[in-house]
């Protein structure tokens, strides 16, 4: 006859023994015969063996609910004294190496909601650290998907969700190295005149503001904006739908998020004011930048960015509850319609005048030096024009004089001999100023032919220069026009993303 009271004090002893030596992160395929033999030879000690042998079924239902608490279900035989444990491999795991990081990292996980209290800024905004998301990156190491830090996070996202129990309107981020999680709170605002937030009048909130916060504090927020929205609303992962679900609560994080060093000293409910405040003042800003990123991720080709934008056709659908939805256009200010196509035609337009932009100033800026260098050129053939007029004044002066001398020396009827050989000199010394002045003649020449061709050359490129800037002028103010239509689009989509 088994004794009840026995057996749960081997229950009992088995259990702890279990929590003692084996608890996380071990991996129940690992608990071999030498770690059964010992538990037994323990329960042999304390209870007797006979007493302890009688009630292997119940030894053998601790060891599998033991290892079910540390989310590993397992399979445990044990026949004549010898255990066999078989490991079940969690869903979509293929190896045991992938089953043991999948566990560390429920493990890890179950730690952080453990702790969750430790780590809230607000009782309904959690900031988990560098060193914690990285121990989440780093159970996973082990996995073919470990270098796709997207599919890590995805993968993060889900389970975290399940973890903390999580609803539609709870949000998740990955910002700065940082994991957010927020929950949902009703943020509600009276319909009165005053517009109040949470029974804050707006000039409270404002006086708040105006005391907490720094003037750059909205370069802050959109700074951090992209960031954000590339992680909670990736337009490719997600749809039209859950995006208009899901939008309001991620603004409402990101605030939370870039707000929090300034609001350490303010209550919750003032917090909470500011939140809608703030979210209120930059709301327009954000959806813009929603509607930028979504256009710019079309024209990488994204498949499921195009897809999105293709949904503001005006085209009726049902939806999952059999309602019909009627889809929006995108329609901006004057009334004009814009769809799939006409915004790829003027994006693409876009894409080429900054290309034609960029080419335009690296011509006019080739050009200008170009200019700078046919100044230089110029100047320098004055200079050399100039010193080859002067030396060619000079030997014309020298020659001259020689020419005087020497016709002075001629007409005398009865030279002395001195006179006879100064004559000589005087003609040997005029051949050699005129071989020099022939020189020099042909340099001036010269010099001026190279002195004209600089200045043709310099007005030349002077007019290549002043009409490279002029196509410049003309670019710009068709980029004008481009740049209102991409700001006509992007206002258009803004609404067009949150339609009712």
Request: proline share 2%.
């Amino acid at each position: 006859m088994i004794h009840s009271d026995t057996s749960d004090k081997i229950d009992e002893y088995t259990r702890n023994y279990l929590l003692e030596n084996f608890n996380t992160p071990f991996y129940a395929s690992d608990f071999s015969q030498t770690h059964f033999d010992t538990l037994m030879q323990d329960l042999f000690d304390n209870f007797t063996q006979e007493k302890a042998n009688a009630r292997m079924m119940r030894i053998r239902t601790c060891i599998e609910e033991h290892f079910l608490d540390l989310s590993q279900i397992c399979e445990v035989s044990i026949r004549e004294g010898k255990i066999k444990v078989v490991k079940h491999l969690q869903e979509g795991m293929k190896t045991l190496e992938e089953d043991k990081a999948f566990i560390d990292f429920s493990n890890v996980l179950k730690n952080i909601v453990n702790q969750k209290k430790e780590y809230e800024i607000q009782s309904y905004l959690l900031c988990f650290p560098e060193d914690i998301l990285e121990e989440l990156f780093k159970s996973l190491s082990s996995l073919p998907l470990a270098k796709d830090k997207a599919r890590l996070r995805e993968l993060i996202r889900e389970s975290l969700e399940g973890e903390f129990a999580l609803q539609t309107r709870d949000i998740i981020l990955f910002l700065r190295k940082k994991l957010y999680v927020r929950y949902f709170v009703e943020m509600k605002q009276t319909s009165n005149e005053e517009k109040r937030f949470l029974g804050m009048a707006p000039e409270d909130l404002e006086a708040l503001y105006k005391k907490h916060f720094p003037q750059g504090f909205e370069d802050t927020l959109l700074e951090m904006a992209p960031e954000v929205i590339s992680d909670a609303l990736n337009f490719s992962h997600i749809d039209n739908f859950s995006f208009k679900a899901k939008y309001i609560e991620v603004f409402r994080t990101l605030v939370d998020v870039a707000m929090v060093e300034y609001t350490r000293s303010l209550d919750e409910e003032s917090v909470r004011g500011l939140n809608g405040y703030i979210l209120r003042l930059h709301f327009d800003s954000l959806l813009y930048l929603c509607a930028q990123i979504l256009v710019e991720m079309v024209m990488k080709r994204d498949r499921r960015a195009d897809a999105f934008l293709r949904f503001y056709n005006g085209d009726t659908i049902v939806n999952k509850a059999g309602k019909n939805i009627k889809k929006p256009f995108v329609k901006d200010e004057k009334g004009n319609n814009w769809n799939y196509s006409s915004i790829f035609s003027i994006m693409t337009q876009a894409s080429q005048y900054e290309n034609q932009h960029d080419n335009q100033v690296k011509l006019i800026l080739e050009s200008e030096q170009q200019h700078k260098e046919s100044k230089q050129m110029l100047s320098q053939s004055k200079q050399i024009h100039k010193k080859h007029s002067e030396t060619l004044s000079l030997l014309k002066d020298e020659l001259h004089a020689c020419t005087l001398v020497k016709e002075s020396l001629i007409t005398l009827k009865s030279p002395s001999k001195d006179e006879t050989s100064k004559l000589n000199l005087k003609r040997q010394e005029e051949n050699r100023l005129l071989t020099k002045h022939d020189t020099a003649f042909s340099q001036h020449n010269e010099s001026a032919f190279k002195l004209d061709n600089a200045k043709i050359l310099e007005k030349n490129r002077l007019k290549q220069f002043n009409s490279s800037k002029l196509a410049l002028v003309r670019l710009e103010e068709k980029g004008k026009q481009l740049e209102l239509q991409q700001d006509n689009i992007f206002s258009a989509l803004a609404k067009a993303l949150i339609f009712r």
